[in-house]
């Protein structure tokens, strides 16, 4: 017998494994004697033969060599590269299900990160519009194996370039960009950039896209600004992609795996995009976060208006604002003395001309919110609604502990992150009492899921409800 925690299997065995569920990161997962091996892009219900590809005290991995049974759940995945590529976990999962599966996984990080009974407090998953083509962007990594150029998304946990010629979930102008760019790498000289050696030119490409105006965004991320074939590149993306708005060349010389440099050129048109949610216009540059999703935007957005109780007119602090696209949803709709914080400076002049653009007032801040958010609490006062939407780690304990202690009346956190916004909700306790989780599905076809959680101000001890 196995001492506990011990893996009973060596990389490079081959087991018959019955798959259970899924788990947070989007595998699934078996057991072996009560021991749980992750096998990626697996399906509930199927009983695989599966090869072990690694071993840590507490877990192994294993890779599907052959799908023996496949389970109830599983539907034929509809792009070539699904179990190869990063990107997308749950093609082999129907729509239905994987909405179902990313509510249970809320409701789990809820319970065992968070210490909440999900009962009561955590809604289904509100569905994506469409689940298939609705990216509004895309970073292709791109590389060169024996002199052929390869442009797509890395293998999961590796840097090896997994080459597609079109993506399921991009939407249709980014495919259209992507065969462009496929087509003209290999007519200029460029070199991609290398990690290990810091050698070559061309880093990555990116595809911004506006759903509701057309516009098209191509950019290129290369290790220095020179760039002597740039006019003859536009004038080649172009003639070949008439719908291009604007073309963009951001500089990024650090070694890292940092996706952005801190400098963009626009070579082409304006060096921005414009994008529409319902009667607001948003301009976006290269370096500025915007939902992938544009279609489920107003869903997220909805969610988040609803929860503010708008007819109150409150007083609106919006932490981590990016563009100010959810200041200015609320702004819009009677929030007043909106105030956005935001990290990258780029996002925040797009805020600021995005409040002139559609006539709405806001102040936009530039800096990290556990620097500014308890400044501005001190200095200004508890706003009536408090809005955190920040990145995937969550937020800071300063950033926290100056939400404690300032006391808005309500919370808002809007996270991509189940695992830290449970955290982040159990360290806001006992100030706050969470009312409600609502999942919002803006990434179907992958294990990601975005929440809107809606806090309330917990009254003092002693007082009734
Ligand atoms: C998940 S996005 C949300 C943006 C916006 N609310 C939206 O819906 O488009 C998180 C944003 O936080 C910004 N950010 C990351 N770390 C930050 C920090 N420490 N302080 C301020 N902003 C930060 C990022 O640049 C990004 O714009």
Redo the contacts with the bound molecule.
Sequence with gaps: MAKKGTAPVRVGDRRELEIEGLVGGGEAIARLDGFPIFVPYAVPGDRIRARVISTKPGYARALIEEVLAPGPLRVQPECPVFSTCGGCQWQALGYADQVEWKTRLVAEALQRTGGLDPAGILKPTLPSPSPWHYRNKVHWAVGKAGGKWLVGLYEPRSHQIVDAPTCRIQGEANNQMLAVVRELLPRFDFEPYDEATGAGWLRSIFTKTGHGTGEVMLGLVTKNEFFDAGPAFVEAVRAAFPGVTTIVQNVHPEPGNKLLGRETIALFGPGVIREKIGPLEFSISAE????VNAAAIELLYGEVAKAAHLETKPRVL??????G??ALFLAAQGARDVVG????DK?VEDARANATRNGLEARFLV????ALLPKVLVAEGAPDVLVL???RKGC?PEVLAAVAKAGAARVIY?S?NPVTLARDLKLLAPTYVVESVQPVDMFPQTAHVECVAVLKKAAPAGTAQ
Excluded: H, K
């Excluded at 919006?318 to 563009?323: E, F, I, L, S």
């Design positions: 500025a976060f915007f939902q919006d932490a981590y604002c990016g563009t696209s959810i914080i935001e990290i990258v996002a800096g990290a919110v556990e939407d920040p990145p800071e809007v991509c």
